[in-house]
């Protein structure tokens, strides 16, 4: 693990910065606990700074903690994935449904989209793709101005973001792949079929689950 001073405003906001990067990309390995105290020191924080930056990566999924016991990076088995692809598919394709009924695309999902393009250029995997990518599904989602419907995604996504880096880390997906079918996804909304739309999206989200869970299994 990287260590060092962090300068910033708030010195949780960096210290959650840094945590979640390594996270991510499997700095952190899974599996890993993460105290308070060692935190600390390694930041040169104070406890109620670092116990403040691991509630919130706990609440954001990427940590978890038992009972009595310290938070750790989740380790998901193929049960985990196959819920949690679960529950993102359904919440995604009734609002792609939506999108593709309103004829809507958001700016924030081609500005996402074309970062991920740009990533494609360079390399084949890489978990540099895993945040535009999520940009992408969220600003389609949020396009529907929906709240609740904002907040239910907010929080898969948070466990989401694991999953999607570990699938980049495996190399499992090529970033051209996963440009190409949001570019399906985009068209679909654009030419106002709903049912393409939906299609589309699951598709594109049950390859990557298959993949997972297969290098999980």
Same mark, same amino acid.
């Given at each position: ?7 910033a ?12 990067a ?11 606990a ?7 020191? $390694? +930041? ?5 700074? =670092?116990? *403040? ?13 038992? =009972? /009595?016991? &310290? ?6 088995d193929?049960?985990?994935i196959?819920?949690?692809y679960?529950?993102r598919?359904?919440?995604? !394709?009734? =609002? ?6 309103r ?8 500005t ?13 995997? &890489?978990?540099a ?5 999520v940009?992408? /599904?969220?600003?389609l989602?949020? *396009? ?7 907040r ?11 999953c ?5 880390? +495996? ?6 792949e ?6 399906a996804?985009? =068209? ?7 049912? !393409? ?6 598709? /594109?989200?049950?390859? *990557?689950?298959? $993949? ?6």
């Open positions: 693990m990287m260590t060092g001073r962090l300068r405003t708030s010195l949780i906001d960096a210290l959650v910065l840094e945590l979640r390594q996270i991510l990309d499997g700095r952190i390995a899974g599996g890993t993460l105290t308070e105290t060692e935190i600390a020191g $390694q +930041y040169d924080v104070a406890r109620p700074t =670092a116990k *403040a930056a691991i509630e919130r990566l706990t609440g954001e999924g990427l940590l978890r903690r038992g =009972a /009595h016991k &310290s938070a750790r990076v989740p380790v998901f193929a049960e985990d196959a819920d949690l679960f529950a598919t359904c919440l995604e !394709r009734q =609002a792609m449904r939506e999108l593709a009924q004829q809507r695309v958001p700016a924030a999902a081609l996402a989209q074309a970062e991920i393009r740009e990533l494609a250029e360079g390399e084949d995997s &890489s978990v793709a895993v945040e535009p990518d940009h992408f /599904h969220q600003s989602v949020d *396009a529907l101005e929906s709240p609740r419907l904002s239910a995604h907010a929080s898969i996504m948070g466990e989401m973001r694991l999607m880096a570990q699938v980049q880390t +495996y190399k499992l997906l090529r970033i051209a996963i440009a190409n079918e949001h570019d996804i985009l =068209a679909a909304i654009t030419d106002g079929d709903p049912e !393409r739309a939906d299609r589309e999206l699951a598709f /594109h989200l049950t390859r *990557a689950s298959e $993949q997972l869970r297969t290098r999980t299994g």
